[in-house]
């Protein structure tokens, strides 16, 4: 009889979490959509279509995706995924370069708000093993108008403070380290300007304490469970003009940019064979350049 081992166990306890924060998620944003007032958010309530999808070299996950009348596009996803990295792609992953076998598992969500008045928000945390293995992740929101895109206003405040206390519950050394990495990652070098108001981000992250970081990582995408839905509902009733709209849409761009340029996980996903649909549910549904 073969017996699982501490790193089986460790892994059937990530994926089962992410599941369960997945379906957290979607109760928490179709609620959302069941609440708008029908005056600025006719039609009926959005709701979420989970489909899923098998990884030809290994895994697979469920992808969440909702159209609708207060999120224009939002995707809630779950991955659990192995098999044998590329070499390019082992020689970047410690402890994959002389043995390529990988495991990975994660959720994500990225929420695109019709309301101008209303931040997009991203998180995702994920556990990868190779010979090795770790937690990454973190949560980031994105404002669209410029008296929301500032450190001191309200809906960044209330952002911040979410996951100021998830890290502190366990190292209060590490907010202030994963908030400057998340405001170092999530900039565009090209334009010389930060994506949104941040958030935190760590990545190949090992404490020696898996049970601690296990913990912290839970934590994380509590904090956004608890912070976006509440920011979304802070702005709920509130109307927007078409100059605020064609703003948003504009600013949009810039995560367009971010995402094809330069984020870590669209990479990652479309060079293991991850579903490309679920993969690119983070590109707004529409976005305008000058």
């Known amino acids: 009889m073969t017996t699982a081992t501490d790193l089986d ?21 179709e609620a959302i959509e069941d609440d708008a007032p029908a005056d600025l958010y006719p039609g009926a309530p959005g709701r979420f279509e989970l489909e899923p999808w098998v990884r ?32 390019e792609m082992a020689k970047t992953m410690p ?9 990975a598992t994660g959720v994500s969500v990225i929420a695109h708000p019709l309301n101008p008045n209303m931040p997009t928000g991203h998180m995702n945390t994920r556990f990868i093993a190779t010979t090795q293995s ?7 929101l994105t404002p669209w108008l410029a008296d929301q895109r500032r450190d001191d206003a309200p809906d960044a405040l209330a952002f911040h403070a979410a996951f100021k206390a998830a890290c502190d519950a366990h190292d209060p050394a590490w907010h202030g380290k994963y908030k400057a ?35 912290f990582t839970k934590d994380v995408g509590l904090a956004f469970l ?25 600013r949009r761009g810039r995560y367009v940019e971010f995402n094809l340029l330069y984020d870590r996980g669209t990479i990652f996903g479309l060079k293991t064979g991850g579903k490309i649909e679920s993969i690119l549910s983070s590109m707004p549904p529409t976005v305008r350049w000058p």
């Open 9 to 29: 166990i460790r892994k059937q306890a990530a994926e089962t979490w992410f599941r369960q924060l997945q379906a957290r998620l979607v109760a928490a944003l």
């Open 56 to 87: 030809a070299e290994g895994g697979g996950g469920t992808m969440g995706l909702m159209r609708g009348r207060v999120f224009e596009k939002v995707g809630v996803h779950v991955s659990v995924v192995h098999g044998a990295l590329s070499p």
């Open 95 to 103: 402890g994959a370069e002389d043995d390529p076998r990988f495991f």
């Open 134 to 140: 770790w937690f990454g992740g973190g949560g980031d």
């Open 181 to 215: 990495e998340c405001d170092a990652y999530f900039f565009l070098p090209h334009r010389g300007e930060a994506r949104g108001v941040g958030g935190v981000f760590y990545d190949r992250h090992n404490s020696g304490d898996p049970a601690r970081d296990f913990a």
């Open 226 to 250: 608890e912070a976006y839905p509440a920011i979304c509902r802070r702005h709920l009733a509130e109307p927007w003009t078409d100059a605020e709209r064609e703003e948003q849409l504009m």
